[in-house]
């Protein structure tokens, strides 16, 4: 019997790094998994609408490799159920669209998985204003619209899990005044849409609190190595030793889907803080973020 047998699952941004694998771990325990993202086939992630998206028009790149098609053969070759379904989230009527075709394939759903995100990484002055207002719509105004439409099979049966896949980045710089610029010059648009996605985490958690549903954020406790974090400079290679692998964000994910909304409806946390909390794991998997720190989505003042 698997955690997950029998339920609904979406999970955004599922061609590749994190939320593949988080894709595949909740199919791995019986979800029924519809993989979201835009790019279907290998290959075929549009490098220059990305780089568009960053403010950078007219540069080149190599596309990010992964693609529904790659998430749904995995699944299914390790005997998962999943559907790949390609939309734009950044528009109400795709989000409308999704969880209307998923409630076709599978019924109500059970578990989202709000993992996409679009990560500009530009000093203010530098930023466009479309790839801002891109950002926001992506990371925060997304899982706003897809929550609001998933609320109704929830609450009618008392049950569900809305996961918001959140960052480490959203943390302020420490107590001000600051003299000197940052390590990393261009985190601010990033870590404000992340900070919003938490505040909006816990506010939803406490409205839904006697409906059966938990809503929860979670970080990775290190940098995860996918191609997206070697991008921005992140991480030094996809793999890297040195970060968290994407699976324990996976694990941390399942966690949070399957364990009484009682005891994790809430929850803004680390990968490894939550799987260590709750016996999943043993001394982390790596120094990780101290879980004494002033966590995740709260800026020390």
Known sequence: MGKLDGQTVIVTGASRGIGKEIAKALAAEGGKVVCVARTLHPGAHDMANYMKDQGRPGEVGAPFP?????????IKEAGGEATALVADISTE?????LVNETRDIYGP???LVNNAALAVFLPIAEMPT???LQSFQ???H????LSKLVLGDMMIRKHGAIINVSSGGVVGPGRAPYLTKPFMAGTTGYGAAKAALERFTQGLAEEVADDGIAVMAVSPSQIVPTSGAVFHGGARYVGDEAGEAP????????LLATEPAATVNGRVCYSQQILQEFGWINNGVGTGIDPNRQGSGFSMI
Do not use: N
Request: hydrophobic letters at 50%.
């Open 66 to 74: 992964g693609s529904l098609e790659e998430t749904v053969s995995q």
């Open 93 to 97: 009527a795709e989000c409308e669209r």
């Open 109 to 111: 759903i059970d578990v």
């Open 130 to 132: 479309a790839s801002w």
């Open 138 to 140: 992506i990371i925060i």
């Open 142 to 145: 997304a899982p706003f619209m």
């Open 247 to 254: 699976e324990v964000m996976a694990h941390a994910t399942l």
